[in-house]
């Protein structure tokens, strides 16, 4: 009876530690699970936001690619008639021997020495004497060729009285009917830069054709329309190959589906024209609103008949947007090991105890209390190190040596602690970064008579690529000054480092730049001679003149300034000819200008951010929205106007965070 009565509590009190221990074990696995899971998301929503970023920026490479491509082509058609160069017209009756096959072009027999020529049904006599013109710029498109985006396919000309040509040459006659081209309509039609999606026909491949206008004379008369199309099977490896998803989709939304362009399956990329209905899988119709409507989202979901992780984004190019698909399964296979592990722990101690409860009593009692120890001194010297780590001390560390989940939630603790500092660290070097950056833009506008200036810049990270400046150059007068903003492609530090390098080179600038063309020349070849090859930014340098109330300016890749004069109550542009900073270094700026300023009058120059601005609809807040506001306000001050906009585009946004930098000078005159 005594050896009952002593056993009893004994057993009580295994009973009760083997309990709590088995669900400590469980909680510990639940939170593992937990972790697991959510790191799994954020890291598969980064991994696709990063990707599409990554496509956003090679589109803009594109762009500037296709007008040094433009440029190429209007030396070459303003050119004298070169003597003794053969045309080659393919006329589909065979592959000539110059003529290899290309793996990029899925093994199309072509050549990059050689530009393949056609003409229309309707050439004139002009398209004849073109096509020797078009044979010589092989060598120009072949450097384009080589240096372009991954996927480059083809480099294509078309001029208005009927002449055709095509890079790298291709057997094959080339279709006549180039007017119902739709790249080449929208590109005549107006539009300064187009984008559109296209099969080709020779490769079979879903492309991006990104196209622009040729001009030619002094009125700059377009007679025709220049592209490079390039394959979306190939753009997707290029972006989604470092990843290594277990699926990469490139798809566009129709009202209730999903059509795959391109898909990235293990190791093999290809095209596909696979549709997926929303009403297959409930959670599918989810998936299609996120795309449609141009979000970054992540979801749970059935995707293809498996249990998946489906994250997507928009690449911000026509109505392509970018999915990621990874099994759950490889995301539950930590937790679930986790799981097991410790519930065979579990079961092995229950099983210890009651046998050890068939032993002697003094013996059993023993094993109780060291049980009891080995338990609650553990727990105790965590939450006494996690108190000292709460208190600020990062030296804080667990010596556990108890070899059960305990240990290893102590070393898991020892190697948290200089995670966290160093993320704080970091956070502190970030907050640094950002003070010292925002002390670089100017702390007041200058005074300067006829004109009130402001200028802000709101930074959507601890550091930023945007930039405004107010410079008095010693090649000037008193009486003019310079106002400058540029635009970096991308955000973070990188972007803030070509922000600063510009800056200073704009400070410090050659006093043999006797204008502002040569003042962007002498910037522009300082970037590219020390940023790395993909960094670029635009920027727009305007000159105030006060005495002759007139404005000079130069325009690298930037969108148009905007005047305003209320006198007559409308608008004008003040665009450039020119390209990005950090591009080529042999580029040669061209200044403009415009005179007759009336009181009143309003110049705004801004960045992208504030016209790209989307609403929660996805819907971006435009040029138009700018316009009314400055028509409304143009009573106001210049630091009052400017603070009317960004309020707008705050109100706008309504409550989502800012996803670029918003930059803004307002002048007046008065």
């Not at 790249?183 to 492309?207: C, E, F, H, K, N």
């Not at 297959?280 to 992780?309: H, N, Q, T, W």
């Not at 553990?378 to 240990?407: C, K």
């Not at 190697?415 to 640094?432: A, H, K, Q």
């Amino acid at each position: 009876m005594l050896m009952g009565i002593g056993l009893a509590p004994v057993a009580i009190y295994a009973w009760f530690d083997v309990s709590a221990a088995r669900r400590l074990g469980a909680d510990l696995a639940e939170q593992a699970r937990w972790s697991l899971d959510e790191a799994a998301r954020e890291k598969l929503l980064l991994s696709v936001q990063d990707a599409a970023e990554d496509f956003r920026r090679r589109h803009l490479l594109l762009e500037t690619q296709v007008k040094l491509q433009a440029r190429q082509v209007e030396r070459a058609l303003a050119s004298p008639a070169p003597i003794g160069t053969q045309v080659w017209v393919p006329n589909g009756a065979g592959e000539p021997a110059f003529l290899s096959p290309s793996a990029r072009h899925g093994g199309v027999a072509v050549s990059f020495d050689r530009v393949a020529t056609a003409l229309g049904t309707d050439a004139s006599m002009a398209a004849v004497g073109a096509l020797p013109r078009l044979q010589r710029v092989a060598p120009s498109l072949r450097g384009l060729h080589d240096d372009g985006i991954e996927g480059t396919l083809w480099h294509h000309v078309v001029l208005r009285n009927g002449a055709r040509a095509i890079f790298p040459g291709r057997a094959g006659a080339l279709s006549s009917d180039v007017a119902n081209l739709p790249w080449y309509r929208a590109t005549l039609g107006g539009q300064a830069i187009t984008s559109s999606r296209s099969v080709d026909p020779a490769t079979g491949l879903p492309t991006l054709i990104v196209a622009t206008q040729i001009l030619q004379g002094d009125n700059a008369t377009v007679v025709g329309a220049t592209a490079i199309e390039v394959s979306l099977p190939q753009a997707l490896e290029a972006v989604a190959g470092g990843t290594k998803p277990e699926r990469a989709l490139l798809v566009s939304a129709g009202p209730s589906f999903l059509r795959i362009v391109a898909e990235r399956s293990g190791a093999r990329t290809h095209a596909s024209g696979l549709i997926l209905p929303s009403d297959a899988v409930p959670e599918l119709k989810e998936l299609v609103a996120d795309v449609r409507d141009g979000r970054p989202a992540i979801r749970r979901m059935m995707f293809d008949g498996e249990d998946s992780l489906v994250a997507s984004d928009a690449i911000g190019v026509f109505d392509i947007h970018l999915v990621y698909a990874v099994p759950y399964r490889d995301v539950a296979a930590a937790a679930e090991a986790a799981q097991a592990s410790v519930a065979d722990r579990l079961s092995g101690q229950r099983v210890a105890v009651l046998w050890g409860l068939l032993g002697l009593a003094a013996a059993l009692v023993g094993v109780a209390l060291a049980v009891s120890r080995a338990v609650t001194r553990p727990v105790g010297q965590l939450a006494s190190s996690a108190r000292q780590l709460a208190a600020g001390d990062f030296s804080a560390r667990t010596s556990l040596r108890s070899g059960d989940e305990l240990q290893e939630l102590g070393e898991l603790f020892n190697g948290m602690v200089p995670r966290l500092r160093e993320s704080i660290r970091m956070r502190e070097s970030l907050g640094l970064a950002m003070e010292v950056q925002r002390d670089l833009l100017p702390q007041r506008p200058p005074d300067v008579p006829g004109f009130d200036i402001a200028g802000l810049s709101i930074y959507c990270d601890e550091t930023g690529g945007d930039y405004y400046d107010f410079l008095r150059l010693p090649q000037y007068g008193p009486g003019e000054v310079a106002v400058v903003v540029g635009d970096v492609a991308g955000h973070g530090i990188p972007a803030a480092l070509l922000m600063t390098t510009a800056r200073a080179l704009l400070r410090s600038q050659s006093p043999e730049c006797g204008n502002l063309a040569q003042v962007m020349g002498y910037v522009n070849r300082h970037l590219v001679e020390d940023s790395r090859a993909g960094r670029f930014m635009t920027m727009f340098l305007a000159l105030l003149d006060s005495q002759r109330r007139e404005v000079h300016w130069v325009s690298a890749g930037h969108d148009p300034a905007i005047i305003y004069e209320p006198e007559e109550g409308g608008f004008r542009d003040m665009p450039g000819v020119d390209i990005p900073l950090g591009v080529d270094a042999e580029w040669r700026y061209h200044e403009l200008f415009h005179s007759g300023w009336s009181d009143g009058t309003v110049l705004v120059i801004g960045t992208d951010g504030i016209w790209e601005t989307r609403n929660s609809a996805g819907e971006m807040f435009g040029k138009d929205a700018i316009r009314s506001l400055i028509r409304a306000n143009a009573g106001l001050a210049a630091a009052d106007l400017a603070r009317v906009i960004t309020d707008a585009l705050a109100e706008f946004r309504e409550g989502r965070g800012q996803r670029d930098d918003v930059t803004l000078v307002v002048v007046k005159s008065t």
